[in-house]
C-alpha cells in the first residue's frame, strides 16, 4: 500500500442514494474528495447534488475511469457489491458497512488475493488524509494536517486519538480504520508499511482491541522493519472472557487475546504503551 | 447464537450426520431404556445431574421430574432430550470452525475425545475447502487409526463442510464423535454456533437461544461508576480509563451508531438497577449519533428517573452545538473530555 493508492481522484460510491450513501457522500466532498459517480441499482439518471448515479460500476467504467470505490450498501448485498467492485479491477476498495456474515468474508478474501484490489475494512470509519481527501467517515472537521500516521480497529477510537492530537496542536498525514471485524481486507502491518515508507510522517499511533492476533503480527513488524516511534493503546482491559462486546471482532477467545497480553508484548517490543486512551497522547510529549 | 444440543443435532441429522434415536422428553418415554438429557447451554451437565440413564418407566420419570428443576451454572432447561443409549467402543473428537487469521474453513481432531477434552493435547488440524474432504478423509482415518471408517470418515467431513457452510456456522464441535461396538460413526453430543449477522438469509432459524446480547454487558454488579458510550472501541476505552483512575466500572454499554432519545432512556433505566452506582459516565464520540438526541435523553433521564445518581457528561462530534444549548437550559455541565469526565465522576464517589 502507498500513498497514491490512497488519493486516486476518481473515487465513486456504491450504495450512494440510501440515507448514509448520501449524507456521507456530501461530506466526503466537502473535504476535498473528488467523488464523480455513484451506484445505486435501478436508480440511474437520477444524481446527488450534480453527481450521476449510474445502476452498476460496470456503466460508470464505460464514461470514465475509476480508481476508488466507498461502499455504504447494507450488509445483505455488501458481498455482491464488493465482489463487484473486485471484478471490476478497482485498486482500491473502502467498505464501511457493518454486519457482514463472516461466511462471505470468507469468500470476498478468496477473491481479493487472485486480484490486484485492495479493500479497507468492512466495518471500518475508513481512511482520511487531512487536508487532501476522505474516504469514508471520519469526521474530518476534528483533523489538522500533520505528520502522524494513526491506525485503528476501532471507529471511534479513532476519532478519539486524532481529536486528542488536534486539539494539543499535533496534525496527521494518515487517519485509517481498518475495521472491527475478523476478517478484513487490511491489517496493521499494511498500515505500518506505508507509514515506515512514508518520509512525511514522523511518528504512529496504533490502536488495538481484544479479540484475535493481529496486534502481535505488527508488533514484530514494528520491531523488525518500524524505525519511527509507535505509541499503542489496546482496549478492553476489563473485558470479561467469552463475551462479544459490541461488534463481532471484539471477543476474548483466550489469555493471549487479551488487553493485558497484547500491551505486554508491545511494550517488549519497544514500543511505547498505556493502559487508558486519556493518557495515550500524553506518551508522545 | 448458541445452539442447544437437540438443535444442533437436529441440523446434523438434516445434513446426513448420523446422531443417536431420540425424543423429546416429556409425561410418557417413546422408547426405554434411554439417557435423559438436560438441554442448558453451557458444559458441566454430567457432573451435575443433568444427564441420567433410565431404564424403567419409574425412573424415567423420577428422572424428567428432577432434571426438569435442576438449575446447571444458573441455567434451569426449558426441553430434555431422550437419547437411545449407545455401545461405545471409542470416543474422539472433531470440530470445524474458521479459522481469523487465515481466513480458512479448519478442521481440528483428537483421538481422546470426551468431557476432558481441555486438558487434551495432540490436536491434529486441517484446512477444508471445496473438494478435499476424500484426502483429509483418508488422513483423518489414519490419524484415528480407523481404516475401515475412510468412506464413513470422508462422507463425515463432506456432509459436516457443507452443513458449516449452509447454516452460517462458526463452530460445530462433535464431542464426542462415538464409534460403537458395531462400528457405527455417530455424534455423541455437539456444540454449533451460527453467525447472527446471517440471519437476513436463514428465515427459518426460530431457536431456544436468543441472540446474545453484545451492547449492555455487566461487569461487576457492585460498581460504583456506571458507563455510557458509543462504538465499541470507546465504550471499552471508557471502562479502561474508569479502572484506571481507581474507580470501579459496573458496565460495558455501547449504544451504537444512531442511537435515539427512546433507546439511550432505556439504558438509563437498566444502569438504575446496579445498587452501588454513584455516578453516571457518559461518553460519545458522535459520528452516525447525534449529540443532540443523547442530551435530550440526558435531560429526560433526569426528570423521570427517581434518585438518578450525578451525571459526568462528555460530548463532541455531531450536532454538538445543539446539545450544549440543551444542556445549558438545564444548567448540565458538558466536559471537554474524557479526563475531565473521569476528574468529575470522582468527586461523586
Known sequence: ?285 | MKLLEFEAKQILQRAGISVPDSYIASNEPVFLPAVIKSQVPTGGRGKAGGIVVVQTEDEYSAAVRTIANLPIKGFTPRTLLAEQLLDISRELYLSIMIDKSTAQVSMMANKNGGVEIESQDGFQSWELGDGNWEKVGQELADYFDLPEQTFTLQDLIENLYKCFISNDALLIEINPLVVTTDEQVIAGDCKMELDDAAIFRHPDWEFESEKSETNFVTLDPNGTVATVANGAGLAMATVDAVADAGLVPANFLDIGGGANEASILAAFNRLMEYPNVRVIIINIFAGITRCDEVAKAIIAARSQIDNLPPLAVRLAGTNYEQAVELLAQQDIAIQPSLTKAIEAAKESV
Do not use: W
Open chain 1, 1 to 285: 500500500m502507498n500513498e497514491s493508492l490512497l488519493t486516486g481522484k476518481n473515487v465513486i460510491v456504491q450504495g450512494i442514494t440510501g440515507s448514509h450513501g448520501a449524507f456521507h457522500t456530501r461530506a466526503m466532498v466537502a473535504a476535498g474528495t473528488s467523488v464523480i459517480a455513484g451506484t445505486s441499482p435501478g436508480k440511474a439518471g437520477q444524481d446527488i447534488d450534480g453527481i450521476p448515479v449510474y445502476n452498476s460500476i460496470a456503466d460508470i467504467q464505460s464514461d470514465m475511469a475509476v480508481d476508488t470505490s466507498v461502499i455504504f450498501v447494507p450488509a445483505a448485498h455488501a458481498k455482491a457489491a464488493i465482489l463487484e467492485a473486485i471484478a471490476a479491477k478497482i485498486p482500491l476498495i473502502v467498505c464501511i458497512t457493518e454486519g457482514i456474515p463472516v461466511h462471505d468474508m470468507l469468500q470476498i478474501k478468496q477473491h481479493l488475493e487472485k486480484s490486484g484490489s485492495r479493500l479497507i475494512g468492512p466495518n471500518c470509519p475508513g481512511i482520511l488524509l487531512p487536508g487532501q481527501t476522505k474516504l469514508g467517515i471520519i469526521p474530518a472537521s476534528l483533523s489538522l494536517p500533520g505528520t502522524v500516521g494513526i491506525v485503528s480497529r476501532s471507529g471511534t477510537l479513532t476519532y478519539e486519538a486524532m481529536a486528542d492530537l488536534t486539539e494539543r496542536g499535533i496534525g496527521q498525514k494518515y487517519v485509517i480504520g481498518i475495521g472491527g471485524d475478523p476478517i478484513k481486507g487490511t491489517d496493521f502491518v499494511d498500515c505500518l508499511e506505508l507509514f515506515q515508507n512514508d518520509p512525511d510522517v514522523d511518528s504512529i499511533v496504533m490502536i488495538g482491541e481484544i479479540g484475535g492476533t493481529s496486534e502481535y503480527s505488527a508488533a514484530d513488524y514494528i520491531a523488525e522493519h518500524v524505525t519511527k516511534p509507535v505509541y499503542a493503546y489496546v482496549t478492553g482491559h476489563h473485558a470479561p472472557a467469552g463475551v462479544q462486546l459490541g461488534h463481532a471482532g471484539a471477543i476474548l477467545g483466550g489469555e493471549r487475546e487479551s488487553a493485558a497480553a497484547k500491551t505486554a508484548y508491545l511494550h517488549e517490543k519497544g514500543i511505547h504503551t498505556t493502559n487508558s486512551i486519556t493518557t495515550l497522547v500524553d506518551l508522545m510529549s
